[in-house]
């Protein structure tokens, strides 16, 4: 019994931290999050209306919905501008189909509800339609990228440097990406974007795009939208009042972001960083639980042979 105790408090302590329970019955397929100092920011999956919800991070209450009275397909991301506006990705095509996806900007939301003028700005694919899911603004220089999703693998486009509303504007392929890229988001150095897929999340630079490392993020049970607060990554996931949950960055990436990489701190080229102390994660939870009870019943094994060959005649 001991054992089994020790065992359950280990994974038990190896949980992620819950930032906040979404008490939105309207918050049903979250698919980004954004952070904004004491709220959040998320938008539900395609098949809503053109609408951002303000979630007080203390209580997961919704404490404003701010409608920009678009119409809109397909809504899949959100993402910060460096003046604090909010830019909504309309850039879901499931089947490859339309013939534009659309940005829409907005004045960052507040308390209540409210509806707002939308910038907004059609964008083409240089190389035809994709499905993508996740947008990325850089913080320094506003500019804007977007990453398609696919089975094996995606592509990081990047958008003109100044967006026009009175023409489309064409994404160019930048660097390519992993395979099911859910979100992301661009780190505190404005050289670095996380990407994230269903159990994990790879860190890129973006003179190349090329990955420096990856790491685990807390389970859930279908992970889509990914934010940061400094150093520490918020994730959420579909579903009715589900958790929006955080894990720190490794020690390593942080290093990195910090200019200060040590030889073991920047692995080889999406290697994956050790995480210090900062526990177990993601999908690593329920394999540490196993590997433990695995060990438990090897050991009661022995003991039970042990007895078993002293009663032997």
């Known amino acids: 019994m001991i054992v089994w105790a020790s065992v359950a408090a280990l994974v038990l302590a190896a949980q992620p931290h819950v930032l906040l329970t979404f008490q939105d019955d309207r918050i049903s397929e979250s698919s980004a999050i954004v952070d904004g100092g004491d709220v959040v920011f998320t938008i539900n999956d395609s098949g809503d209306g053109a609408r951002v919800f303000v979630v007080d991070k203390r209580s997961g209450e919704t404490v404003g919905v701010t409608s920009y009275g678009e119409d809109v397909v397909d809504v899949e991301a959100l993402a910060a501008a460096p003046n604090g506006d909010l830019w909504v990705g309309d850039i879901g095509d499931n089947n490859h189909v339309r013939d534009h996806v659309t940005l829409h900007r907005i004045p960052r939301p507040g308390a209540g ?19 993508a899911e996740a947008l990325l603004v850089n913080p320094r220089s506003g500019r804007v990228y977007v990453v398609s999703k696919g089975l094996l693998g995606g592509t990081v ?13 064409v994404l160019r392929p930048a660097g390519s990406a992993g ?7 661009f780190l505190r150095d404005g050289k670095h974007v996380l990407l994230r897929d269903y159990g994990s999340a ?12 990856t790491f685990g993020l807390p389970r859930q049970p279908q992970g889509e939208g990914i934010g940061v607060a400094g150093d520490t990554v918020l994730v959420s996931t579909e579903g009715v009042h589900t958790d929006v949950r955080t894990r720190p960055l490794p020690r390593a990436v942080v290093r990195l972001l910090d200019g200060t990489p040590t030889a073991t701190a920047t692995p080889a080229p999406g290697g994956s960083v050790p995480d210090d102390d900062d526990g177990p994660w993601g999908g690593n939870v329920v394999p540490l639980a196993l590997g433990a009870a695995w060990v438990v019943l090897v050991v009661l094994g022995i003991r039970a042979f042990r007895r078993r060959s002293r009663h032997t005649p």
């Open 179 to 185: 395979g099911l890229v859910t979100d992301g988001v």
């Open 113 to 131: 509800d409210t509806e707002v003028d939308a910038e907004s700005f059609e964008l083409v694919y240089a190389d035809g339609p994709r499905d």
């Open 157 to 169: 486009y990047v958008a003109p440097s100044q967006l026009r509303s009175d023409r489309t504007n």
């Open 202 to 213: 790879t860190v890129l630079r973006t003179s190349d795009f090329t990955p420096v490392a």
